[in-house]
């Protein structure tokens, strides 16, 4: 029996301890029932941001303080893909945050404000 993408899914709760890069932070995950994930590496799904060296390093460094901006030390909702790492150990989520009465993705906002692209891994 194939699955649906929705369970495939695992959302949630999160407060962002650190943010490494445009695309990856580091997170204390609430897993539920009293039991915490802390200090876990998560990597924005589908985008890519600018490295912090080399060529792109203005560019890398302004990627990673606009996501600081919108989600260092603060509460968010992580959408893990099938709850697996990637090759580098960390978590692939879409992270959302609340705001102006709504859920906003800030993968897609990273992209829509020009911090990062969509990219397929």
Same mark, same amino acid.
């Given at each position: 029996?194939?699955?649906?993408?929705?369970?495939?899914?695992?959302?949630?709760?999160?407060?962002?301890?650190? !943010?490494?890069?445009?695309?990856?932070?580091?997170?204390?995950?609430?897993?539920?029932?009293?039991?915490?994930?802390?200090?876990?590496? $998560?990597?924005?799904?589908?985008?890519?941001?600018?490295?912090?060296?080399?060529?792109?390093?203005?560019?890398?460094?302004?990627?990673?303080?606009?996501?600081?901006?919108? !989600?260092?030390?603060?509460?968010?909702?992580?959408?893990?893909?099938?709850?697996?790492?990637?090759?580098?150990?960390?978590?692939?989520a879409e992270v959302w945050i609340w705001?102006?009465?709504?859920? $906003?993705? !800030?993968?897609?906002?990273? !992209?829509?404000?020009?911090?990062?692209?969509?990219?397929?891994?």
């Amino acid at each position: 029996m194939k699955k649906s993408i929705q369970q495939l899914l695992y959302h949630y709760k999160a407060k962002v301890t650190k !943010v490494y890069d445009g695309d990856t932070l580091t997170a204390d995950i609430d897993l539920g029932m009293s039991i915490f994930a802390i200090g876990e590496k $998560i990597r924005l799904h589908r985008i890519d941001a600018p490295e912090l060296k080399g060529r792109t390093k203005k560019k890398g460094i302004t990627s990673r303080n606009f996501l600081k901006l919108m !989600v260092d030390q603060k509460e968010i909702i992580i959408e893990t893909i099938r709850d697996k790492k990637e090759k580098y150990g960390r978590y692939l989520a879409e992270v959302w945050i609340w705001q102006e009465k709504k859920y $906003i993705n !800030v993968n897609d906002l990273l !992209v829509e404000k020009g911090f990062a692209i969509y990219k397929s891994y």
